[in-house]
């Protein structure tokens, strides 16, 4: 069974065609820019997948977006990055013209479905992903399905406010944590304290000073968050800042200990730090697709 997956994000747009195993047949990735030319974005879509897909044969289709979608998860409610796709009935038009299974889900989901199938972890009860990259991306699994909440919009992990903070966030509150806590506190470290840094080099130039360390422990603070308030089967840990070079893994892991409740869940953590990986979500989407197809049948 081959799924075509698709990420688009604010400046990329990747889509590849993914065998059962998860091999790549084919991968293409462009500026988001180039795919949707015209006032019509969802007819820009489906020419630009037909024109990918050619006459290979498709049996679904996945599609991941930096976005809130709805419960039923056939539009996107809120997409900062990505307004244009806001609330347009997008599965709805793809399965018309393309004949397919269509599934749409926030990308944050697809990277941990890559993730699951990559560590072989078992979907049986509540798995958290938490990816540290200019936000906080984070999911939620219960049996393998996505925690949803009432309107689609559970898993906000960033945007849990932070007592004392005045910092503005781009969802318009002040105050969230992914504000001081992943990427956008490191650009702004970078920016304010140590310019002649470049962003890639700042835990190898500056890992062990104080400012640096806090917003490790900012980030150390998410996840205890979410274990404490959950107490999760499994916690899969990573993104783009875990993956900059000397980042302090062991630091973040004691102090994910440090502020987790003691004696449990802190002593039967089941932590998993992820490496990153460029097409993630396009695979994942394919892994979320399949899984899904099969719910159906089965
Ligand atoms: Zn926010």
Known sequence: ????????????????????????????????????????????LVAYIQMFSGNSPIDALAIGFPATLNTDRSRIVQAPNIAFMENLPVCEVLRQALNIPVFAERDVTFALCFDMEKYQLSERGLTCGIYFGTGIGNAMLWNGKPVLGRHGAAGELGHIPVWGSTIPCGCGNVGCLEAVAGGKAIARLQRDKYPETPIGEMFISHGNEDDLLEIV???????????????????????????????????????????????????DLHMIYTEDEPDKSVIGGAVYARHALENMEG
């Open 217 to 267: 422990n900012g980030m150390a603070m998410a996840v205890a968050t979410e274990i404490n308030m959950l107490d999760p089967d499994q916690v899969l840990v990573g993104g783009g800042v875990l993956n900059m070079k000397g980042f302090p893994l062991k630091v973040l892991d004691q102090m994910i200990q440090a502020h987790t409740r003691k004696p449990l869940p802190c002593e």
């Open 1 to 44: 069974m081959n799924v075509l997956s698709i990420d688009i994000g604010g400046t990329s747009f990747r889509i590849g065609a993914v065998r059962a195993d998860g091999s790549l047949i084919k991968f293409d990735k462009v500026p988001t820019s180039s795919v949707f030319r015209t006032e019509n974005v969802l007819h820009d």
